[in-house]
């Protein structure tokens, strides 16, 4: 009895140990994080060095928020062709799932916080990106990359500048969703005798008629408030026009302008036309009801494309049908993942290899069929892609590429939070002066102003 | 007599009725995991599958089982160094109150309602510090600290139902202190022990956002790995509510066993004392 | 606890009860202390960009929230859902005690039905609750097949009735309807360990105690009452502390069944806490809302332990 007394007593004396050793490192540790921002250059460049002369263990963690069907076939798909590239190089898949990202976002900010970074991680480009950790001074420049690849004319312009701060690169965009789209379905426009809106008019002229039906005209699914946020910034489009749209997040358009007040009452209106649980489901939930007859048309990324057809088995022109959202038929809301190279990387070498086959024609045609999305360059293989991802790669090339608020890549993470908050009284109580004063009053505060 | 009958007959017809009641959600869980996947929509959540498709448990088992050890290794060190150090406290606490012990206790369990999230960013850094950072007994440590209070609570409150005449004796007859946590202490308070290791077992398996944030990859517990399952925006719920039953077999076994010890230790008369 | 005064031991054993809690305290010094007070410093700082900013910005963080509509609703729900929470877990859970302590049949069965739940995750129990107690399908199709009114049907967590709505602030005050949709959920998962407690607490009961009082002549609700209440006290104690700090913590529950919910009516401060300070990059705000939550904590446990620890004084 005795004896166990004394290791119980040697235990806890250990932990007392160990607490004290972990106080005085904290010191330590709030030391380290005031140098200046400028020697983190250096010092990854010479942790690149001495990566090379161990040669022994080198590795390349990914990070991302690819868990899913289809997502996680693409990254592993990826990681094979990578392996068989680069058999030396070990790599770490990192991924963390839940909350459209959210999850994952939490735990890389810890992480780079923390002074942890991983090799690469998924980021919207965009201000995401530009506003996030660019702006934080957590990443290396990637220009010298995008040189030696030859990559600046395979990428087109626009999505460099999304990826870009100041001239200079920071990230490799691996796929891209549209968020623009309306999805219909085909059956009960045939029914009905209604061709697929691409003005609001002809929206709102075929929703009364479906209406006059019972058939719930648009289906939304805003238990997660991004939904409703991508209603919105498809009508701010439709509205505004590309340029105009781009101009709202650099302030030159404010947000209680009259044509934003414009594309608020046609959000307005188009909520009018939703099912009334729409509270009570998310995306996913809202598309079954077009799936299944309940409801004519859901306006969504172009990631529903995947789980029409690959979840619920359904045809593409047969099923269900696509186009663009009103007014927008010209203009593509692009969603790019893409990763870049952390600044404090251990083997930024390894790094670097895995971005040349994210970024290679190869990678990303083993990467988009199986997620569904399509190539971030112009010159891959579209055979290789089903007939809906064959008409997005067509107008990705033609139309005015814009990015995308309510996945990030438009303005500040801060802001959107804001307009998603803002969006989730909109709904409800439909209130368009306040709202466009709310979101102004979130304009400014983030700093978005002329 | 017929009253007592018709009495009895309401008792069990209302615990049934709660039985089932209880039951629903489990039949949803059920039945779910058992679809295939297109037969997964909010419309058909009562029906039964058309087809006992067992593809969503073999997804869900592959992708959990590799986790699975990860998950005791860091649930049963932890409980039980938790309900160690919980009872240690709890004695203390009450039975060997100095100045001040009342104080401490009260800032103890001050430290159960802290947010978690809020703490994420120093902790991260502390554990990287004491090099404890994506580490099961980085981990261990972590749950243990954060149980201390409810533990301490959970095992102070049995202590003080002791009544403090049993110990007076034990004085008397020269036992110290520790002698008396072994001897009286411990074997009355196996009731406390199973209420803390079920409490704290079932937590620490179920808990989510230290195990996010302190392990990648290799070391993640199930509950990481169960997350995983679902994808950035496509949910399988058929994957998704069978990996949730496989996950949650361990704890049911849990309450099974234990649920046995609770009434022995009842039966033993460890509260009468 | 007096009465420990009395003992009397060797000089050399009286610091072994200190050295024995000495390292939960300091472990907790560190992680709950220390980490509180580096929240308590970031809530006062501009750190609301993922650039650490650490100029010192006084009060604004939480002056901004005071006034903002999504943390008043937060406020508001905490508390009504708080309440409805502790009373109505701690009611059921002692029902099912006092039934399945009825010498009955099957009582392993019946006791690991009712205590069952709390071996899923929060996040199971939320996914779940929300398909059930979705308005369009789920419990009210069965309601409508029970011959219940379409237009009659309860709008569960959708709902964004406030009962009685006085206004308040930018708010309306009172019961949002859809909070009892999650409290049925928490009720649900949480009212078997309640129960398993209760009947810990009820097998403890001596019953001469009860049989002297029944011979006097007493009632049955007076022997609960008067007898099975009283000595039920420590245990009612535990769990309120207990199941508040699940409450004022909850988080994956309602993130994965509700969500923050239209007009944030079953939003909470650790969803609100989260997405501003992961999506949204405010540290600061985030750490203010967790310093109000912990404020918050201490209006509710300090009288708390104030009255327990007299109690175990005297």
């Not at chain 1, 998603?420 to 368009?432: A, E, L, R, S």
């Not at chain 2, 009895?8 to 209880?22: E, Q």
């Amino acid at each position: 009895m005795n004896k166990r007394m004394m290791l119980l007593a040697v235990f806890l004396v250990l932990s007392l140990l160990t607490a004290a050793c972990g106080s005085s490192g904290t010191n330590d540790k709030t030391a380290l994080e005031n140098q200046p921002q400028t020697n983190s250059d250096s010092n990854s460049k010479d942790s690149a060095d001495s990566s090379d002369a161990d040669t022994a263990k080198k590795s390349v963690e990914i990070f991302s928020w690819w868990t899913g069907a289809g997502e996680e076939a693409g990254l592993l798909g990826l990681i094979d062709l990578f392996n068989q590239k680069h058999p030396d190089i070990e790599v770490i898949n990192a991924a963390v799932a839940g909350g459209a990202g959210t999850n994952a976002k939490a735990v890389l900010a810890s992480r780079m916080q923390g002074g942890d970074p991983p090799g690469t991680f998924q980021v919207h480009g965009g201000a995401e990106l530009n506003t996030g950790w660019v702006a934080a001074g957590k990443m290396e420049s990637l220009n010298a990359l995008y040189e030696s690849e030859g990559w600046m004319d395979k990428f087109p312009k626009d999505l460099i500048d999304m990826v870009s701060h100041d001239g200079t690169i920071y990230s490799v965009p691996v796929n891209i969703h549209r968020g623009n789209v309306l999805f219909y379905n085909k059956k009960i426009f045939d029914d009905n005798h209604l061709t697929p809106p691409t003005t609001f008019e002809e929206f709102f002229k075929a929703a009364d008629a479906l209406q006059a039906q019972g058939i719930i005209p648009l289906a939304l699914g805003d238990k997660e408030p991004w939904t409703a946020t991508m209603v919105f910034e498809d009508a701010l489009l439709g509205v505004l026009g590309p340029e105009d749209y781009k101009q709202l997040f650099t302030g030159e358009i404010a947000f209680d302008d009259a044509k934003v007040k414009d594309a608020l009452e046609k959000t307005k209106r188009m909520f009018s036309y939703i099912n009334e649980d729409h509270a009570a489901r998310n995306w996913q939930d809202a598309a079954q009801l077009v799936a299944n007859g309940q409801a004519a048309m859901n306006i969504m990324g172009d990631w529903a494309k995947g789980y029409f057809t690959t979840d619920l088995k359904l045809q593409p022109n047969v099923d269900f049908g696509w186009i663009a959202t009103p007014d927008t038929g010209g203009s593509f809301m692009v969603i790019t993942d893409t990763f870049g190279l952390p600044k404090g990387v251990k083997d930024a070498n390894s790094v670097d290899e895995w971005l040349k086959v994210l970024g290679s024609v190869e990678g990303q045609d083993i990467f988009n069929p199986l997620k569904g999305s399509i190539p971030a360059r112009v010159d891959a293989d579209s055979s290789k892609y089903d007939v809906y991802g064959q008409s997005t790669i067509a107008d990705f090339k033609q139309s005015s590429l814009t990015p995308s608020l309510a996945h990030g890549s438009a303005a500040a993470e801060g802001f959107l939070t804001q307009v998603n908050q803002v969006m989730t009284i909109f709904v409800t109580k439909g209130d368009v002066d306040q709202a466009a004063k709310s979101l102004r009053d979130a304009q400014v505060s983030s700093g978005i102003v002329k | 007599m017929t009253t007592k009958l018709v009495k009895r007959a309401l008792l069990y017809l209302v615990l049934i009725s709660f039985a089932l009641l209880f039951l629903v959600p489990i039949y949803v869980l059920l039945t779910t995991s058992l679809k295939g996947n297109n037969e997964v929509t909010l419309d058909q959540m009562w029906a039964f599958p058309s087809q006992i498709d067992l593809s969503g448990y073999k997804l869900a088992f592959s992708k959990l089982f590799p986790h699975l050890g990860n998950s005791f290794l860091l649930t049963i060190p932890a409980t039980i160094l938790s309900a160690l150090l919980g009872s240690m406290n709890g004695y203390v606490l009450s039975k060997w109150a100095f100045r001040g012990s009342n104080t401490l206790f009260g800032l103890m369990l001050f430290g159960m309602f802290i947010p978690y999230q809020s703490i994420l960013i120093p902790l991260i850094q502390f554990m990287q510090d004491i090099h404890l950072y994506n580490s099961i007994p980085g981990l261990i440590l972590i749950h243990v600290i954060y149980g201390l209070p409810i533990c301490t609570l959970m095992f102070r409150n049995f202590y003080v139902a002791i009544p403090t005449e049993v110990l007076e004796a034990a004085k008397i007859d020269g036992t110290g202190f520790f002698g008396i946590y072994r001897h009286i202490i411990v074997p009355l308070s196996i009731t406390g022990f199973v209420v803390v290791g079920i409490w704290q077992f079932t937590n620490i398996w179920n808990e989510f956002l230290f195990a996010v944030t302190m392990t990648t990859q290799k070391q993640q517990p199930i509950m990481v790995a169960l997350q995983n399952l679902s994808g950035s925006q496509i949910v399988q719920w058929n994957v998704q509510m069978a990996g949730a039953l496989l996950a949650a077999l361990p704890t049911l076994l849990v309450y099974i066993l234990l649920g046995r010890y609770f009434i022995r230790g009842l039966l033993a008369g460890s509260i009468k004392g | 606890m007096t009465r420990t005064k009395h003992s009397r031991l060797p000089k050399s054993d009286a610091l072994i009860p200190v050295l024995m809690i000495l390292p939960s305290l300091i472990a907790i010094a560190i992680f709950v202390y220390g980490f509180i007070a580096w929240t308590g410093y970031i809530s006062l700082t501009d750190w609301n960009t993922l650039v650490r900013n650490l100029d010192f910005v006084g009060l604004s963080n939480y002056a901004f929230l005071f006034q903002d509509f999504r943390f008043q609703s937060d406020l508001r729900n905490t508390v009504v859902f708080t309440i409805l929470f502790i009373v109505a877990t701690i009611g059921f859970g002692l029902l099912l005690a006092m039934l399945v302590d009825r010498r009955i049949r099957a009582e392993a069965l019946f006791r690991n039905i009712f205590i069952f739940p709390m071996a899923l995750s929060f996040i199971v129990t939320g996914v779940v609750w929300q398909w059930i107690l979705n308005p369009t399908t789920g419990v009210n199709l069965i309601l409508q097949a029970l011959g219940a009114a379409k237009g009659h049907l309860p709008k569960w967590y959708i709902s964004t009735s406030i009962v009685p709505g006085i206004s308040g602030g930018q708010i309306e005050l009172g019961i949002p309807i859809a909070l009892i949709a999650v409290v049925i959920a928490t009720v649900w998962q949480m009212s078997g360990f309640a129960m398993a407690m209760y009947l810990a607490g009820l097998r403890g009961i001596s019953d001469e105690l009860k049989e002297a009082a029944r011979v006097d002549g007493a009632s049955e609700w007076t022997v609960f009452r008067r007898i099975i209440l009283p000595q039920l006290h420590p245990i009612t104690g535990s769990l309120v502390i207990m199941l508040t700090h699940i409450s004022l913590k909850i988080f994956d529950l309602i993130y994965a069944m509700t969500g923050p919910g239209a007009m944030f009516v079953t939003d909470v401060p650790g969803v609100y806490m989260f997405e501003t300070t992961f999506r949204g990059n405010h540290y600061a705000q985030g750490a203010a809302i967790a310093m109000i939550m912990l404020l918050l904590v201490s209006l509710l446990i300090i009288p708390y332990l104030k009255s327990s620890l007299k109690e175990g004084a005297s």
